[in-house]
């Protein structure tokens, strides 16, 4: 996708605002602060009927990602840097330098995946 010259500065509230049901029905998330249309892609952040990743429509989503977990205690934040519920869930299976190496790697992917899918319209600071 081509980016656009100019990037909108967004705030949380301004983000919310395109989950997909308010406006013109555009949907826009947020990839550590970095906005992307992910409008055509309705089947995965819709909300009606619920894709699989809606509850991120209109909101930030790096930690959600990362993490693997669309908690809605994760959802809406970019921080990385405690992870320990999570190492303390995956404790039986990964030590806790595997699982920070597994949330480094999931943050590079999701936010590789973001730019070559979907077009950057903004940026959004800080929830």
């Not at 998330?29 to 249309?37: C, E, N």
């Not at 309705?42 to 909101?59: C, E, F, I, N």
């Not at 597994?102 to 959004?124: L, M, N, S, T």
Request: net charge negative; hydrophobic share 35%; aromatic share 8%.
């Amino acid at each position: 996708f081509q980016q656009r010259v100019a990037m909108d500065d967004m705030s949380p509230e301004t983000l919310a605002r395109f989950d997909g049901e308010n406006g013109e029905g555009s949907i826009y998330i947020s990839f550590d602060g970095k906005v992307y249309d992910v409008s055509h892609r309705r089947d995965l952040y819709g909300k009606s009927p619920p894709g699989p990743y809606h509850a991120l429509a209109g909101r930030e989503c790096a930690r959600a990602l990362s993490t693997m977990s669309l908690d809605l205690a994760d959802v809406g934040r970019r921080d990385l840097e405690d992870i320990q519920q999570l190492v303390k869930k995956l404790e039986h299976v990964m030590s806790a330098t595997e699982v920070r190496e597994a949330v480094d790697k999931a943050f590079r992917d999701w936010q590789r995946h973001f730019d070559e899918k979907y077009p950057a319209i903004g940026v959004c600071h800080s929830e």
